[in-house]
């Protein structure tokens, strides 16, 4: 059958194939056109198109990366699938600066055609199985938000970012409702076997670009200023710990460990689905708060927002990864969180009197400390789990 042609060998279920990692460069782009759509559009109605717009371009990666876990990376017919969602993946990406402007049509086509393909050819593969009914419920699904998705294309700008809001929620809601259509059918995530593992991997490989992106960045405002100047080499120094502090939290314990956590497909829907989407929207705000800081000589409160923003809207991610798999409310993300919104409301009426890398110190003090609570604690759990020497 088609299934035992394009499945993935049940001994090599968790490796990430290269045409994954392939796959994963145009991200690498896409990350960086979000950060300057934020930058250059700094206002409230600029980040809600900021958040729309990564909304669309994380569901699509993130259902590409689902359907990866079924499909084997090896065969040819998986790799021009792969070849083929990269091409729609960068023409999305190549029209985020003016998606809510003349590169709407590019933007909406390009993603659709992505969730429209991708479920058909999992509908093929895997014919006359249980994979391909639920893939026949997501394709329903799909084609109700681009409903929304076009409506806001064809229609005047000033009604696009609230129909493209509709969408973005529609798209979301379709695995929380079990991709559930009246008198049709539903595809209950009790009905989709997954490997956590897998899914593990790729969310880690996604935050490291979403990391990368903003050393691209930094290197790219430092040479544009055309001389390393001592207040902004002591911006560049704060904004590289930033990243390894926020790295530190990641690695040390809320991304990588799955073993003994909940695995359950809808435990891993809301820990990679939905907790990885904030913790890399936090990435990109980190990357961008530090390119403001570099390019900016004083504070403004729209920088001391987007600086906080960052590590709050991951904490928020990370909060809820460690929710769906251990089962843990996580209370020093909790303080932190407090600490942070504390900092910010105390910064905000004084930003234009604090020099540019006093709040980004403050709030590098409170990550710092977190990382290195959290370092430990993994440490003392796993010296506890470990079995005693004799």
Excluded: K
Excluded at 54 to 61: E, Y
Excluded at 156 to 180: I, N, T
Excluded at 280 to 287: D, H, K, S, T, Y
């Amino acid at each position: 059958m088609a299934t035992a042609a394009l499945a993935r060998p049940g001994h090599r279920r968790s490796e990430v194939g290269p045409v994954e990692l392939f796959f994963d460069l145009v991200y690498v782009f896409a990350i960086i056109q979000l950060s300057h759509l934020l930058i250059e559009h700094l206002s409230w109605e600029g980040a809600a198109q900021t958040v729309v717009v990564f909304a669309a371009v994380w569901w699509g990666w993130n259902y590409t990366t689902w359907a990866m876990n079924w499909l084997d990376p090896g065969r040819t017919q998986v790799q021009l699938l792969c070849g083929v969602l990269m091409l729609t993946a960068l023409g999305m990406s190549i029209a985020i600066p003016r998606a809510f402007e003349d590169a709407a049509w590019l933007f909406v086509g390009c993603y659709l055609l992505m969730g429209v393909i991708r479920p058909v050819f999992m509908m093929i593969a895997y014919r006359g199985h249980r994979l391909a009914a639920n893939y026949r419920m997501l394709l329903l699904w799909t084609l109700l938000a681009g409903v929304f998705w076009v409506l806001g294309a064809a229609l005047p700008a000033e009604s696009r970012l609230a129909l493209w809001v509709v969408a973005v929620v529609v798209d979301y809601a379709a695995p929380l409702a079990q991709y559930r259509i009246p008198g049709l059918g539903s595809a209950p995530m009790e009905h989709w076997d997954t490997d956590a593992d897998h899914l593990a991997e790729r969310n880690r490989l996604v935050f490291i670009i979403a990391l990368g992106e903003s050393i691209l960045l930094m290197g790219g405002s430092i040479v544009a200023s055309g001389q390393l100047t001592g207040s902004l080499a002591l911006s560049a120094v704060i904004g590289f710990a930033s990243l390894f502090v926020l790295w530190w939290n990641y690695f040390a314990l809320a991304g990588p460990e799955t073993r003994g956590g909940d695995s359950s497909t809808a435990a891993l829907r809301s820990a990679y689905a939905y907790a990885h989407a904030l913790m890399v929207l936090g990435a990109i705000l980190v990357a961008v708060s530090i390119e403001l800081r570099l390019s900016h000589d004083h504070l403004t409160p729209a920088t001391v927002l987007v600086t906080s923003a960052g590590p709050l809207v991951y904490l928020v991610g990370n909060i809820l990864f460690l929710r769906s798999r251990f089962g843990r409310l996580a209370r020093s993300r909790f303080i932190a969180a407090a600490v942070l919104m504390v900092l910010t409301f105390v910064a905000m009426p004084l930003a234009r009197h604090l020099p540019v890398s006093a709040f980004s110190v403050a709030v590098l003090a409170v990550t710092a400390t977190l990382a290195a609570h959290t370092a430990y604690t993994a440490r003392r759990q796993a010296q506890e789990d470990s079995p005693q020497q004799t």
